[in-house]
């Protein structure tokens, strides 16, 4: 098995001293941690405050968004080279909110992957189908062709560099949570698109992530399954304690 991944999406969440506790809380309860990689995605204005709490350990900070453009007038945007300038590492591209909410397209998701390569950010790519869609029986229709464009024209060593999270959009924030079964068979499915438009190589070393309601509760059944490489996390991630417990449950199954 690979290295579990375990990232928490903080969203738009928290006050500056809220957020600085949390980090501090994780902190104390990661030292000395490595067999999960750990990451936090808190919100922009925060990044800076979280990157210097974080500096020095194993946990990764990263943004959840970033501009395809490198600068000028875009007001309101933040660049990979603005991310990376104060010490993210990751970023997380065309998460369900982004894409349903912002009406952000494949191509757009393409685009900003791209953007993040370009400053050494390492992305995680979401994917993943509406209710209705795994109702009309298109869950991998719909996943294969956020993939085919969304990783359009990368290189198999790029692509190695990528975490894909698999979230399925019925069940953010709905506490519907995919089946530990239901998760793996996607999560299968990703794999062998990437081996199908790369090569078996870049298939086993990308890691995929489930997202989608994971919380102590369920977590370590979903990490269980052969496909299923870690975990981006919501709600529970804005608890110390269960944010912890998830990731405890990340290193039982290794």
């Known amino acids: 098995m690979k290295k579990q991944f375990i990232a928490g999406n903080w969203k738009m969440n928290l006050a500056l001293e809220e957020a600085k506790c949390l980090a501090r809380k994780l902190c104390d309860g990661l030292s000395g941690s490595d067999a999960v990689d750990v990451g936090v995605f808190p919100s922009f204005v925060y990044l800076k405050d979280i990157c210097d709490i974080f500096r020095g350990s194993s946990v990764f900070v990263g943004a959840q968004n970033l501009s395809m453009e490198k600068s000028g007038a875009f007001t309101g945007e933040v660049s990979g080279e603005m991310l990376r300038g104060i010490g993210c590492t990751h970023v997380i591209i065309g998460h369900s909110e982004r894409r349903t909410i912002y009406q952000e397209t494949d191509s757009i998701i393409n685009s900003k992957i791209k953007a993040a390569l370009l400053n050494d950010l390492s992305p995680i790519l979401c994917v993943g189908e509406r209710q209705e869609e795994r109702d009309a029986g298109k869950t991998c ?62 298939a086993q070393s990308i890691r995929i992530q489930y997202g989608g309601s994971v919380n102590s509760k369920n977590a370590k059944e979903l990490l269980s399954q052969l496909e299923i490489d870690g975990a981006l996390v919501g709600g529970a991630s804005l608890n110390a304690g269960s944010f912890l417990d998830i990731v405890s449950d990340a290193v039982r199954v290794l």
Do not use: C, M
């Open 141 to 202: 229709e719909v996943v294969e062709g956020q993939l085919s464009v969304g990783l359009e024209t990368l290189t198999s060593e790029q692509v190695k560099g990528l975490t894909i999270a698999y979230e399925p959009i019925w069940a953010i924030g709905t506490g519907k949570t995919a089946t530990p079964d239901q998760a793996n068979e996607v999560h299968a499915f990703i794999r062998k698109a990437i081996r199908n438009k790369y090569d078996n190589g870049t």
